[in-house]
T-cell receptor, first 113, second 115 residues
Framework: DGGITQSPKYLFRKEGQNVTLSCEQN?????MYWYRQDPGQGLRLIYY???????QKGDIAEGYSVSREKKESFPLTVTSAQKNPTAFYLCASSSPDREETQYFGPGTRLLVL | GENVEQHPSTLSVQEGDSAVIKCTYSDSASNYFPWYKQELGKRPQLIIDIRSNVGEKKDQRIAVTLNKTAKHFSLHITETQPEDSAVYFC??????????????FGKGTHLIIQP
């Protein structure tokens, strides 16, 4: 999982602002995922993509958007429609050899000003 | 969709003793069950996983058991050490073979190893 990077480490959002979280991997993984983690909670799936130019909604997609224009990159935009965005956001990817095994990036902590 | 329940939410054990964390899942089609360890402020790290065609898997002090009939699986840590202190998450997914969907996670167990 050292080949998965997320930036920034901390991000501050103002009311009504869209912000984009970066996720990059150099592992040649096809599938990528975004999860949200709230304190004392497990991870919840926001969006996932199994291949370039294709993605599916997870359990809590409302207020978020993604794109998958390149295999290496899967950015997540937190829109102003997401009313409670404060959380720890984790990106993951999985190898085509073992698609079900997911490895996580270091995470981005999003805070609302 | 899948629902995963995890117990207990907090577990305190003496160093050297064993710890057991239990999870149940709802979707009988789920066929892959990983366990992750997460230290404070860090990313989850995969520590062991099991597939539905296997009943038990062991890796040194860590083992996982799966009961498909009852739809539950458990993490066993023996000879616990201070560095085992962390939050542990179970998860489940149905891997159709055509590309894995996202994992459904339990809410986590905070394991505390008392010296």
């Amino acid at each position: 999982d050292g080949g998965i990077t997320q930036s920034p480490k901390y991000l501050f959002r103002k009311e009504g602002q869209n912000v984009t979280l970066s996720c990059e991997q150099n592992l040649n993984h096809d599938a990528m995922y975004w999860y949200r983690q709230d304190p004392g909670q497990g991870l919840r799936l926001i969006y996932y993509s199994q291949i370039v130019n294709d993605f599916q909604k997870g359990d809590i997609a409302e207020g978020y958007s993604v794109s998958r224009e390149k295999k290496e990159s899967f950015p997540l935009t937190v829109t102003s429609a997401q009313k409670n965005p404060t959380a720890f956001y984790l990106c993951a990817s999985s190898s085509p050899d073992r698609e079900e095994t997911q490895y996580f990036g270091p995470g981005t902590r999003l805070l609302v000003l | 969709g899948e629902n995963v329940e995890q117990h207990p939410s907090t577990l305190s054990v003496q160093e050297g003793d064993s710890a057991v964390i239990k999870c149940t899942y709802s979707d009988s089609a789920s066929n892959y069950f990983p366990w992750y360890k997460q230290e404070l402020g860090k990313r989850p790290q995969l520590i062991i996983d099991i597939r539905s065609n296997v009943g038990e898997k062991k890796d040194q002090r860590i083992a996982v058991t799966l009961n498909k009939t009852a739809k539950h699986f458990s993490l066993h840590i023996t000879e616990t050490q201070p560095e085992d202190s962390a939050v542990y998450f179970c998860a489940a997914v149905w891997d159709s073979g055509g590309g894995a969907d996202g994992l459904t996670f339990g809410k986590g167990t905070h394991l505390i190893i008392q010296p």
